[in-house]
């Protein structure tokens, strides 16, 4: 078995798909239209894609059951985690492209420098410095 990508169902697939595109610096991969409606787009992010899809699509894949992620009260337990040298400069970009600040970077007792922004959305990501091996 092995990892095939992250789906995260949106209100607005391509909306989200371009807010990840300017705040992150990701390349658009995967469109797919349908009647004029865009319901699943992917996002090129190394070896694992990040997939967006319509809460229709959710809807007629899960019939009502799972929690939609949203922007209010307190993010999901569960976060993306992006990897760039300059985490300070990667934070301030996204939050200048819509991401919302939930904690500013900081070092962490193990030599990683995090932060914490929230995507339009309402996914939780974390913007980190790569961990020496």
Not at 15 to 30: I, P, V
Not at 54 to 72: A, F, H, P, V
Not at 81 to 91: G, L, P, S
Request: charged share 25%; with cysteine.
């Amino acid at each position: 078995m092995k990892y095939g990508y992250t789906l995260i169902y949106v209100e607005d697939v391509m909306n989200t798909l371009e807010f990840y595109e300017k705040a992150f610096g990701f390349e658009r991969g995967m469109v797919y239209e349908e009647n004029g409606v865009v319901d699943y787009a992917e996002l090129k992010t190394g070896e694992v894609a990040i997939g967006f899809a319509s809460l229709d699509l959710g809807e007629m894949n899960l019939k009502g059951k799972y929690q939609k992620i949203t922007r209010e009260g307190n993010p999901v337990g569960l976060e993306l985690v992006f990897v760039d040298e300059d985490v300070a400069k990667a934070t301030t970009h996204a939050v200048k492209n819509g991401a919302e600040l939930i904690a500013e970077p900081s070092e962490k007792e193990w030599g990683q420098t995090v932060s914490y922004v929230r995507a339009i959305e309402g996914t939780l990501i974390e913007i980190c410095s790569p961990m020496e091996q």
